[in-house]
C-alpha cells in the first residue's frame, strides 16, 4: 500500500527538494578556480631575466672596475715630483694631471712650458697612493706637441700620467655592478613573488 501524499514534502522549501544548488544538501558549489597560467608566465621570465642582469651586470661592471683602477694604480710608477721644478718627456696626446696631498688646504700655482702650451682638459678628479700619501688631482692637461716640459709650482707637486679612459672605465664599472645589478635582483624578486602567488592553491571555504 503506498504512502499518502504529503503536499510538505515536496515542493519549494523543502531540504530534501532538488533545488538550484544541486543535489539535496542544499551548499553551492566551489567557485572556479583562477586562471593563474599568466602569472605564472611573467614570474618566470621577470626571474630568468632579473638572474641574467644581475649575474651580467657584477661581472661586467667589476671586470670594467679592476681595469680602470689597475690602470689608475699604475701612476704611482709614472708619478715624478715638482719641489718646486722638474722636467718630463711626454708625446703628442699623452695627459697628466697635478697632485697634492689630500689633507691640502689650497692649490698650488704652476707654470708649465714646452715645445706648446698643453691643454687643459675636463675636470676629472682621480687619486692614489704616493709614497705613503694619499694624493688628489686639481688640474690635468693633454700635451699637444712632443718634446720636453718642465715645471715649476710654488708648491710639492707630484706630477703622474693619467688614463681618462680607464678613470672612465673604473667609474663606469662601479656605476655598472651597483645600479646593474640592484636592477636584476629587483626583477628577480618580483618574478619570484609572482611565481609564488601563482602557485598557491586557493583557500576554501
Known sequence: M?????????????????????????????PPRKDRTGMRLWGKILTAV??????????????????????????????????????QNYDAGDTFALFTPESSAGEPSCEITGPAAPERTSEVTTEFTYDGTQVKSFESFEVKEPGTYSFICSERVVVASIDLGGIFSGVGGVLLAVFGGGFGAVLLLIGIVLWVIAGRKPRTA
Open 50 to 87: 632579473g638572474i641574467v642582469i644581475l649575474v651580467a651586470s657584477l661581472a661586467i661592471g667589476v671586470a670594467l672596475a679592476v681595469g680602470g683602477i689597475s690602470q689608475v694604480v699604475d701612476q704611482a710608477d709614472q708619478a715624478f715630483v715638482v719641489d718646486p721644478t722638474g722636467e
Open 2 to 30: 503506498g504512502q499518502p501524499y504529503d503536499p510538505g514534502r515536496y515542493g519549494p522549501g523543502n531540504p530534501y527538494e532538488p533545488g538550484p544548488y544541486g543535489p539535496p544538501g542544499g551548499y553551492p558549489p566551489p
